[in-house]
């Protein structure tokens, strides 16, 4: 079968070129966008989606993980008691400013437990033992935390409320979306540090389900225990988490406009492209139908041009948004693109290709046969 | 045998209020294996005689047999009349400037259905026919304006076509390449008995015509 669509495509190849390019651009745009909208929510919730816990206990209406609320400590006896439940635990996530070496101060988010290996918190530990912070004046810092910290190293000492801590060890991939640095200290230590606020107090409650327990009835049950506060699972308590930075930040709504701009750049040349191509030849379209073809042949042209277009601008655009990924991850980004949204994007460069080229349809669709007769 | 049958053909344009008669009234017939060449002046009509006999545009009244089958219907129908009973041969030779000669010939041939080598072969027989198989490989742009009107003749007989029709074959050639031209079409409807219409200004046409139409203000002339 001669392939004339191809054979089109590639007599001008300059405006294939461009073509190809325009919807490479798009995809690269549009995957990198994502990608970024995807790694900044990644870091909304990582010590949620990475602990070691079934439900979430919280105080009522709490907006997510890092704007936690206190409540009494205590709370967390009525949840061990509950049927189904194997172990509860509580949890303070609060902020505490940390003193450097040159004088200034940041601002920390603490994650405070009693067993940190019980709940896999942190979950990646780059040296150091978690277990050293029931030992008292101790503290574990993220990788992380060196942007805004300056260097550190183990043994070394940073004050925290005025409290010396000495920093037992340092985690990896513990962020926070506000990109607060993240520490872990024991769960009395921080109660100490910061007793008007967290004397008696706990931020969460983690719970672990027994084996086979029925997650909505412990639900309930929890819920009846303690009316004033909420209760979620895992992927609940992440969700509402993301959707609180995605509403109240803007980076869901600009995430959207860069993704609807990259596919608008790229019907946009597409259609353009492909329309004024069918344009230059439209007496070839014409003497198609003249020696006998008709305009389901000629759909079948313009249909294979678009998917070229489409296959090679998306495979070149992939690649574009790859090889950017260094670049954003030393500026401390992440890129996330997980293999669903590539197929996703794939699918809708297909589609929106061949949607570009309908406006060519609806030209050779009229296409007199008769103007081969013209000179 | 007759092959193709007008009757009383006529074509009316509109442009706004205004209505141009283009043919009144034509009628003819094309016997297989006969050459007839239509003469007439600019806007006498033949263009737009042989786009109706070609199935290209529609007759605005009078009626229309290819094969004693009568012609209408929707553009889909004609087009399919067109692919299994019409050749092509136009003046600008309109080949496809992004394929070869083979592929140019091989296309028309895939439009009626045959793909793959038996279409490849078919087109390479066709190229031979007409003289030009050592130039399959070349694209338009590097052949003379006799080859490609050779290679334009070799597509128009892919659908093995029992009207051929040709619009001024000859005008862009020079005399001794239009002369081989004119040969091949005469041998083509001879040796394969297919009816050939040519629309030409060209007196030499004559010279291979069985039989000559003169068309003046829409009317053939007997």
Request: aromatic share 8%; proline share 4%; net charge positive.
């Amino acid at each position: 079968m001669v392939d004339l669509a191809l054979k089109i495509l590639l007599h001008d190849k300059l405006r294939f070129t461009i073509t190809v390019a325009g919807v490479a651009f798009a995809v690269a745009l549009v995957l990198s966008q994502i990608g970024l909208f995807f790694g900044l929510l990644s870091n909304a919730t990582p010590t949620i989606r990475n602990a070691n816990a079934d439900l979430w206990v919280t105080s009522h209406n709490t907006p997510n993980v890092d704007f936690a609320h206190e409540f009494p400590e205590t709370y967390v006896n009525r949840v061990r008691s509950v049927p189904g439940v194997a172990k509860a635990d509580n949890l303070i996530v609060t902020f505490m400013n940390i003193s450097l070496p040159n004088g200034a101060e940041e601002g920390g988010v603490f994650y405070a437990l009693d067993d940190f290996s019980a709940w896999n918190l942190p979950w990646r530990v780059k040296e150091g033992n978690i277990q050293d912070l029931r030992r008292g004046e101790f503290i574990f810092l993220d990788e992380s935390a060196k942007r805004r910290l300056g260097d550190f190293a183990l043994g070394d000492f940073r004050e925290v409320q005025h409290n010396r801590l000495r920093i037992a060890g340092q985690s990896q991939d513990a962020k926070s979306f506000t990109t607060t640095p993240v520490s872990f200290i024991d769960f009395r230590r921080a109660q100490e540090m910061n007793p008007d606020l967290l004397k008696g107090k706990t931020s969460y409650i983690l719970v672990k389900l027994a084996p086979g327990a029925d997650v909505k009835a412990v639900k309930a049950e929890i819920r009846r225990r303690l009316p004033f506060n909420d209760v979620y699972t895992t992927n609940e308590w992440a969700t509402k988490s993301e959707a609180y930075w995605i509403k109240n930040t803007g980076i869901g709504l600009n995430a959207f406009l860069a993704v609807f701009l990259g596919v608008l750049v790229g019907v946009v040349v597409v259609a353009q492209t492909l329309y004024t191509s069918t344009m230059e030849h439209i007496k070839e379209f014409g003497t198609v139908k003249a020696i006998g073809g008709s305009n389901a042949d000629i759909y079948r042209i313009l249909a294979r041009q678009a998917t070229i277009a489409a296959a090679l601008g998306f495979i070149l655009g992939l690649g574009l948004a790859f090889a950017q990924k260094p670049a954003i991850e030393a500026m401390a980004l992440k890129l996330i693109m997980p293999a669903s949204t590539i197929a996703v994007v794939a699918i809708g460069t297909l589609l929106l290709c061949l949607a570009s080229a309908m406006v060519s349809f609806r030209k050779v669709a009229n296409v007199d046969p008769g103007l081969v007769f013209r000179s | 045998m007759t092959v193709l049958e007008a009757r009383d053909i006529t074509k009316t344009y509109q442009e706004g209020a205004q209505e141009t008669t283009v043919l009144r009234g034509v009628s003819m017939d094309l016997l297989a294996g006969e050459v007839v060449t239509l003469e007439g002046p600019s806007g006498s009509g033949k263009t737009t005689l042989l786009q109706i006999l070609g199935c290209i545009l529609s007759p605005s009244g009078g009626e229309l047999r290819i094969h004693e089958n009568p012609v209408a219907g929707h553009s889909a129908h004609l087009a399919a009349i067109r692919r299994r009973n019409i050749g092509f041969v136009f003046q600008q030779f309109n080949l496809f400037p992004s394929l070869n000669a083979l592929e140019n010939v091989q296309y028309a041939i895939n439009l009626k259905g045959v793909k793959g080598s038996a279409a490849k072969s078919e087109a390479g027989a066709l190229l031979d026919a007409v003289g030009l198989s050592d130039r399959a490989n070349y694209l338009p742009r590097d052949l003379s304006g006799g080859q490609k009107q050779r290679v334009a003749i070799a597509r128009a007989l892919a659908c093995k076509p029992s009207v051929l029709l040709a619009d001024e074959p000859t005008a862009n050639l020079d005399s001794a390449v239009g002369a081989q031209i004119l040969e091949l079409f005469r041998d083509l409807a001879k040796r394969e008995n297919r009816a050939l219409l040519i629309v030409t200004h060209d007196p030499k046409v004559r010279s291979i015509a069985d039989r000559v139409l003169q068309i003046h203000d829409g009317r053939l002339r007997p």
